[in-house]
């Protein structure tokens, strides 16, 4: 059984930075593609950045390009996402998840939130104007 837990969320202003962790447990955590959502008061899930078993491949939603990094450490089971520049509209709860496929996917396939296996409770980030 995997389990993920985010943390490092907050209430900032715009502008501001912060870095999200997400610890997971349970499984092989190098083998596994991770992603990160987020989803707002009253939206959908969508799809923020992911990174790849070996770090080779990351992608990022175009909302975020330029602002967001996604990074892991295997040797701590962790990955994080570095929120720089912050804006109102990054306002949301923060989730990671984990696909457990070892198929080597596009850049569509892991922006979709059906591909992944597992999710974390989520982390608050509000940003302030």
């Known amino acids: 059984q995997v389990q993920l837990v985010e943390s490092g969320g907050g209430l900032v202003q715009a502008g501001d930075s912060l870095r999200l962790a997400c610890a997971a447990s349970?499984?092989?955590?190098?083998?596994?593609?991770m992603g990160w959502f987020r989803q707002g008061p009253g939206k959908e899930r969508e799809f923020v950045a992911a990174?790849?078993?070996?770090?080779?491949?990351?992608y990022y939603a175009e909302a975020v390009k330029g602002r967001f990094t996604i990074s892991r450490d295997n040797a701590k089971n962790t990955i994080f996402l570095q929120m720089n520049l912050l804006k109102p509209e990054d306002t949301a709860v923060y989730y990671c998840?984990?696909?457990?496929?070892?198929?080597?996917?596009?850049?569509?396939?892991?922006?979709?939130?059906?591909?992944?296996?597992?999710w974390g409770q989520g982390t608050q980030v509000t940003v302030s104007s």
């Open positions: 349970g499984g092989t955590f190098s083998e596994y593609t």
């Open positions: 990174i790849g078993r070996n770090s080779g491949r990351i």
């Open positions: 998840a984990l696909d457990v496929n070892f198929r080597l996917g596009s850049q569509a396939y892991y922006s979709s939130a059906g591909t992944y296996d597992y």
